[in-house]
């Protein structure tokens, strides 16, 4: 069996190479925990 | 639990297991038996991935956590996603082009016998140790609530996994782990459902939130700098990173997960949607807990949820000052639930200074109830193991059995017994490689058929499962014995991933260097823990950080001295 090579696209659309889908994947963290603190801030 | 309930949890159970075994039939190669057939897509490595991290403990345990210190846990998988990244630029494809086994393996090619050894004996402490909290945690706790007995509880459930994982291999496991986490999910969303139509009349989900934060249970994220703390942004996002960077680059249990995908790009896409949904995952259980939080302020709750250990204790010697104490907790909460509806009155119709007196009133009572609460476990914890003082663990198991329907009831008690059982599986898949291939065929027996090591990796993969069983019965595990064992991973695990990136970045360092290092970090890490009181996630970076900087030190005195 072959190993693909490294760079090979990742399928997914808008997001062709990995270090898009990293960038991405940072993003939604970012995203995931600015969300948690607004929805403290918007209850307490 | 009715005839439906026990219908459902053992025909899913039993379903799931057979379909698995009868979907991976036949006769494989080591390969297939430990890596699965390499063709598993990215959706099915994530789910996996899920499933052996998410244990029962993760379902029973951390909605008691969101009830009783609100939505802070989460800050503990903050590192997860930059780890996971780590994990699928770095690990992943050196394991994937040197088509290792297990993870341990590497360290053999990269250094020398005796680093790989250590690599795995380390695994096989720490996982052999947790092998039986697996199964006991919820057994435990499922017993005591529904009243069966502890030992049938533990050898069912773990002779089922046993059956199956020493049957079907990885594959087996990988295809049960879905549907089983699937199972999960369906509990959980139904739960959280069930829970919103049971709020009071009139109640919306926004009402529901502001009850939340108004007793500060909705504070995800502590930006605090006290290193004492256990739960702050910095410890998640730094410690958890270090915790997860190991826990998934190096834990055969997860490494074997996503060395079988169909090429790189199915085991890395596995990899991003934990990175994603780990933590949205996490923070939903963890809501559950408060909205049950919530829920309990309309709805008499008990004053401890462990009701067998009140009973107990109640008719054994403390059975006054328990009454007095769930006396005081029960006027409390009368008061409280009057504060609750005065203060959603006046934040309905604007009045600011009623809304701010009505809140106040609310906790002060709510201060009150507390003590009562607290008061309750100071009792039990004196009374010993038996009085068990931490009733986190059956405030959703109390809810589910109080508030939902049968049939419902019986797909949660499937959801935690379906966890239990999917990250046992992965565990002893790798227990049962990692004893296979680094120590069985690397020490005792190198050249062998393929055949006779299928043959001895499932008899490795039944003896861990026997020895987790055996654990489980006979250890008489107590609260602070499972948490202390958590505890000790998170020791380990530290000096471990250090190995790796010494490994994967220091080039010039070799073998002895390494491995007289990691045992001098372990020994750094062990001394740190008995002195120190920081959080446990801190000593995964002082491990890390020990046994790679001792690394570069000692191979410069090598180097030095063979100059």
């Known amino acids: 069996m ?25 993003l939604t963290f970012v995203a995931w925990v600015g969300l948690l603190v607004a929805l403290d801030r918007w209850f307490s | 639990m009715n005839g439906l309930d026990y219908g459902i949890l053992v025909g899913t159970l039993l379903a799931i297991a ?13 390969s297939g038996y430990l890596r699965g057939s390499g063709n ?11 499933a052996t991290q ?46 290792v086994y297990t993870a341990y393996e590497y360290l053999g090619h990269r250094f020398d016998s005796k680093t790989r050894i250590l690599g795995a004996a380390l695994f096989l402490l720490q996982r052999g140790l947790g092998a039986g909290i697996t199964i006991y945690a919820p057994a435990i706790v499922l017993s005591t609530v529904m009243g069966w007995r502890l030992d049938a509880t533990i050898i069912c459930s773990g002779l089922v ?25 369906a509990g959980m969303v139904a739960a959280f459902f069930v829970l919103l139509s049971k709020l009071p009349p009139g109640l919306t989900f926004s009402d529901a939130l502001s009850v939340a934060g108004g007793f500060h249970k909705l ?23 270090f915790l997860a960077m190991s826990y998934f680059g190096t834990d055969q249990s997860q490494v074997q997960r996503y060395l079988g995908g169909a090429s790189l790009r199915e085991s890395r896409l596995g990899l991003m949607f934990n990175a994603v949904f780990k933590i949205p995952m996490q923070a939903f259980i963890l809501l559950l807990g408060v909205l049950i939080f919530v829920f309990y302020q309309f709805e008499r709750p008990p004053v401890f949820f462990n009701r067998a250990a009140w009973d107990y204790q109640a008719a054994h010697g403390s059975g006054a000052p328990l009454r007095a104490l769930d006396a005081a907790f029960q006027a409390a909460h009368a008061d409280e639930r009057r504060g609750l509806e005065e203060w959603i009155g ?33 009792i039990l914890a004196k009374a010993g193991p038996r009085g068990s003082s931490n009733d986190a663990d059956y405030v959703f198991i109390s809810f589910i059995l109080g508030y939902l329907p049968h049939g419902l009831i019986g797909l949660l008690v499937t959801a935690f017994f379906a966890a239990a059982l999917s990250s046992k599986s992965g565990e002893l898949n790798a227990l049962g490689s990692t004893t296979t291939v680094d120590i069985y065929r690397h020490l005792v027996r190198r050249e062998a058929s393929d055949a006779h090591y299928v043959t001895m990796s499932k008899w490795f993969t039944a003896l861990w499962g026997l020895v987790a ?46 491995f007289w290092s990691a045992l001098a970090s372990q020994a750094l890490v062990f001394a740190l823990y008995s002195t120190l009181s920081i959080s446990y996630l801190w000593y995964n970076v002082i491990g890390c950080v020990a046994c790679m900087g001792l690394s570069l030190v000692l191979q410069g005195v090598i180097g030095k001295a063979k100059a």
């Open chain 2, 469 to 514: 069983i055996g654990f489980a019965l006979f250890a008489n595990l107590s609260e602070n014995l499972i948490q202390a064992v958590n505890i000790l991973g998170s020791i380990f695990y530290g000096v471990v991933l250090g190995i790796f990136l010494v490994a994967f970045f220091l080039k010039r360092i070799g073998g002895t260097a390494v």
């Open chain 2, 161 to 185: 996994v046993v059956a199956y994982t020493v049957m079907g291999g990885c594959d087996a496991v990988s295809l049960t782990q879905k549907y089983q986490i699937g199972v999960i999910f």
């Open chain 1, 2 to 26: 072959t190993e693909p090579p490294d760079d090979e696209t990742t399928g997914l659309p808008g997001l062709r190479t990995w270090s898009q889908v990293y960038v991405a994947v940072l």
């Open chain 2, 18 to 30: 057979v379909f698995a075994v009868w979907r991976t039939r036949g006769k494989k190669d080591l």
């Open chain 2, 219 to 241: 504070g995800a994220v502590d930006f605090s700098l006290n290193p004492d703390r256990r739960y702050t942004i910095w410890s998640g996002v730094l410690g958890g990173m």
């Open chain 2, 54 to 99: 998410a244990s029962a403990v993760t379902f029973l345990s951390t909605p008691g956590q969101g009830y009783e210190s609100g939505m802070g846990f989460v800050q503990n998988y903050f590192g997860a996603p930059l780890a996971l990244i780590v994990v699928a630029v770095f690990f992943l494809p050196i394991y994937r082009r040197l088509k």
């Open chain 2, 346 to 378: 006046a934040r309905r119709s604007g009045d600011v200074a009623g809304e701010a007196r009505a809140h106040a009133a609310a906790a002060e009572a709510q201060g009150r109830g507390q003590a009562a609460r607290d008061g309750t476990r100071d």
């Open chain 2, 40 to 50: 598993a897509r990215w959706l099915t490595i994530g789910l996996s991935v899920m």
